[in-house]
Structure formats: structure tokens, C-alpha cells
T-cell receptor, first 118, second 112 residues
Framework: GAVVSQHPSWVICKSGTSVKIECRSLDFQATTMFWYRQFPKQSLMLMATSNEGSKATYEQGVEKDKFLINHASLTLSTLTVTSAHPEDSSFYIC??????????????FGDGTRLSIL | GQNIDQPTEMTATEGAIVQINCTYQTSGFNGLFWYQQHAGEAPTFLSYNVLDGLEEKGRFSSFLSRSKGYSYLLLKELQMKDSASYLCAVRDLSGGYNKLIFGAGTRLAVHP
């Protein structure tokens, strides 16, 4: 079945550091990938939609200069948290569904990245 | 805008049946998904409904009524491993592209 790989799975770094998270679709092409953030005991909040070859679409309240998204190929999207601060500590998850198939295809999720900013 | 409501917590007994309800309001409805999420892990897909009615997959069934903006997930023959959060998610087309909007999730605790 469709597999989405996310890397790294865990990051601990100092305040002010920029952190890059990768999301890869391993056995399918994805024109669109999605980035979510999840705080403890809360649900997934959509941050942005990553579009291959064009600018990402950000949800209301998400700073695009803070969370840089690049979708350079049909199998890779990256999220960079710039100048991370403790309040950015969270569980970041990406998802994707195969391009060109019907809308009943579910989004497949990566295993998530737990980001801790000291 | 979008609004998705589901109960925060539920408890049930091993071997029993539990129904988790979800109500939603969205202007661009294009399907409803149920996901299971264990603590610290990514969500896994359970079921999908886009037309009214019941979809059955083994011990899990999901129902949709588009006119009522209502869905439920039914879990039968509960097992301890079913203790998890269950997320109702609506696929929304109102922004011009498909995106999944998640409810807050229902934490289900299965006890012996």
C-alpha cells in the first residue's frame, strides 16, 4: 500500500535553531501534500497545503515566513521551522494521497516528527 | 467555515459495541473519513463515506447522513488494543482544493 516516510522522527534543539522536516511518498507520486501540527491531547490542525512546483497554501493564522514549505518534486515536500522557539514544540505530521486517483483515496500519513525546542 | 464535533472521551468494556458520533458543518463537503490514532503515533485510516449509508469493514462500520451532517463509527467485539483516539475528518473542497479538516478526536478507553 501507499507509504509516506517522514524524517527525522525526533528533534531536540536550542531556541533560535531552524529545523527541516522531510516528507516523502515512497511508492506513489503526490502533487499535493499536507502539513499538520498536533499539540498533546489535541487534534491535528492543518497548517498548510504543499503544492508541487508552486507556492504552498497556508491556513489562517499560520505564518508562512516562520514555516517554510518547499515541494520540489512529486515525491518530496519539506517543512522548515525557522528560528524555532519553545512554543513551536509540537508533533508535526505530513500526509499525501496519490495523484490522479479518485477523491475516495485516503490521505496516508507519515510517522510524524516530535520537535522539542529547549 | 467548518465545524466538526465529536465526544471528547468514551469508555467501553472488552467484547462490547461502541458508537462514536460525529457532526459536521462545512460548505464544500467531499467525503468523511475516520482515523485511529494511538498516543504518539500517526493516524491510520479506518473508513471512508461519501454517499449516505453504512460502510462495513470487519469489526468497524461507518455511517453517513449528508442531509443531517452526521456520521458515526461503530466498533464491535471491542479489544483492549482498540483503546485509542478516533478522529472524524471531513474532506472540504470550499477552498478550491481538497483538504482534510479534523475533529478534536474521541479518546476511547476499553477496559476488561
Amino acid at each position: 500500500g501507499a507509504v509516506v516516510s517522514q524524517h527525522p522522527s525526533w528533534v531536540i534543539c536550542k531556541s533560535g535553531t531552524s529545523v527541516k522536516i522531510e516528507c516523502r511518498s515512497l511508492d506513489f507520486q503526490a502533487t499535493t501534500m499536507f502539513w499538520y501540527r498536533q499539540f498533546p491531547k489535541q487534534s491535528l490542525m492543518l497548517m498548510a497545503t504543499s503544492n508541487e512546483g508552486s507556492k504552498a497554501t497556508y491556513e489562517q493564522g499560520v505564518e508562512k515566513d516562520k514555516f517554510l514549505i518547499n515541494h520540489a518534486s512529486l515525491t518530496l515536500s519539506t517543512l522548515t521551522v525557522t528560528s524555532a522557539h519553545p512554543e513551536d514544540s509540537s508533533f508535526y505530521i505530513c500526509s499525501a494521497s496519490p495523484t490522479g486517483v479518485g477523491s475516495n483515496q485516503p490521505q496516508h500519513f507519515g510517522d510524524g516528527t516530535r520537535l522539542s525546542i529547549l | 467555515g467548518q465545524n466538526i464535533d465529536q465526544p471528547t472521551e468514551m469508555t467501553a468494556t472488552e467484547g462490547a459495541i461502541v458508537q462514536i458520533n460525529c457532526t459536521y458543518q462545512t460548505s464544500g463537503f467531499n467525503g468523511l473519513f475516520w482515523y485511529q490514532q494511538h498516543a504518539g503515533e500517526a493516524p491510520t485510516f479506518l473508513s471512508y463515506n461519501v454517499l449516505d449509508g453504512l460502510e462495513e469493514k470487519g469489526r468497524f462500520s461507518s455511517f453517513l447522513s449528508r442531509s443531517k451532517g452526521y456520521s458515526y463509527l461503530l466498533l464491535k467485539e471491542l479489544q483492549m488494543k482498540d483503546s485509542a483516539s478516533y478522529l472524524c475528518a471531513v474532506r472540504d473542497l470550499s477552498g478550491g482544493y481538497n483538504k482534510l479538516i479534523f475533529g478534536a478526536g474521541t479518546r476511547l478507553a476499553v477496559h476488561p
